[in-house]
Nanobody, 127 residues
């Protein structure tokens, strides 16, 4: 089973940028890989997903146009580039993977469909 590890979290002022990396133990080309986040007192929510084969990506409306998910197969890494960060982007960010077949739609951008998770990395955006 693939193992995941997130890096790149930190503290930044609103309007700034961060790049999160999800390093995997082996190629995830055949996996759907998603970024999720959880704010204190809130449920974990989907942020972005890149589907198997890197053919499709999808974003939550709250981050669309500001965040970009991408995959570097040579480095076994999936990135989340976050620009124009807002205070409400604060939370613990997790990457997750599943080899199950998923359609590229917001209906599949939910935590329960992903079975392998990293430990999370904290992102704090201050005003």
């Amino acid at each position: 089973q693939v193992q995941l590890m997130e890096t790149g979290g930190g503290s930044v002022q609103a309007g700034g940028s961060l790049r999160l990396s999800c390093v995997t133990s082996r190629s995830t080309y055949a996996y759907n890989v998603g970024w999720f986040r959880q704010a204190p007192g809130k449920e974990r929510e989907g942020v972005a997903v890149i589907y198997a084969g890197a053919r499709s990506t999808i974003y939550d409306d709250a981050v669309k146009g500001r965040f970009t998910i991408s995959r570097d197969s040579a480095k076994n890494t999936v990135y989340l580039d976050m620009d124009r960060l807002r205070v409400e982007d604060t939370g613990t960010y997790y990457c997750a993977a599943t080899s199950s077949r998923l359609e590229a739609s917001r209906a599949t951008m939910i935590p329960d469909l992903f079975d392998t998770w990293g430990q999370g990395t904290q992102v704090t955006v201050s005003s």
